[in-house]
């Protein structure tokens, strides 16, 4: 039998949550992400190019909003070393962090949020590897 409308919201059959089911897509994705970084791997100055061509066509669109922060960061190194190791290291403890907590308290918030995490990863490995 169907689940009933409640309050006009049709309810959708929700399936439970396995963590053993969920690992191992976790571990793929890592696993992809591990092997397009080393495919990526090469000359240093190459991706210092790259990415001056990419502030060029930023500066173009006038999509370079970072910049004032980037300058204030790079000026100022009481500011910009400890906002450098927070964003180079605080999402391998935030990141796993919400998604236990999604996982155990908001099933339906953590399948969104594993899904987009998972599809932005893959986009974001792609570019990265190209």
Same mark, same amino acid.
């Given at each position: 039998?169907?689940?009933? &409308?409640?309050?006009?919201?049709?309810?959708?059959? #929700?399936? #439970?949550? #396995?963590?053993?089911?969920?690992?191992?897509?976790?571990?793929?994705?890592?696993?992809? +992400?591990?092997?397009?970084?080393? @495919? =990526?791997? *090469? &000359?240093?100055?190459? =991706?210092?190019?790259?990415?001056? =061509?990419?502030? &060029?066509?930023?500066?173009?669109?006038?999509?370079?909003?970072?910049?004032?922060?980037? /300058?204030?960061?790079?000026?100022?190194?009481?500011? *910009?070393?400890?906002?450098?190791?927070?964003?180079?290291?605080?999402? +391998?403890?935030?990141?796993?962090?919400?998604?236990?907590?999604?996982?155990?308290? /908001?099933?339906?918030? +953590? /399948? =969104?949020? /594993?899904?987009?995490?998972?599809?932005?990863?893959?986009? *974001? @490995?792609? *570019?990265?590897?190209?």
């Amino acid at each position: 039998m169907p689940h009933a &409308d409640i309050a006009g919201v049709e309810a959708t059959p #929700r399936t #439970r949550l #396995r963590w053993w089911t969920e690992l191992p897509l976790i571990l793929l994705v890592y696993a992809c +992400y591990s092997a397009g970084r080393l @495919l =990526a791997r *090469g &000359d240093v100055s190459t =991706a210092v190019d790259h990415g001056l =061509a990419i502030l &060029d066509i930023e500066k173009a669109l006038y999509l370079n909003a970072e910049h004032p922060l980037n /300058r204030l960061f790079t000026s100022e190194p009481w500011i *910009g070393v400890p906002a450098d190791f927070w964003y180079a290291s605080l999402h +391998y403890l935030i990141t796993p962090v919400l998604l236990v907590w999604l996982f155990r308290s /908001r099933t339906v918030h +953590y /399948r =969104a949020a /594993r899904t987009w995490l998972m599809t932005s990863t893959f986009i *974001g @490995l792609i *570019g990265f590897t190209l």
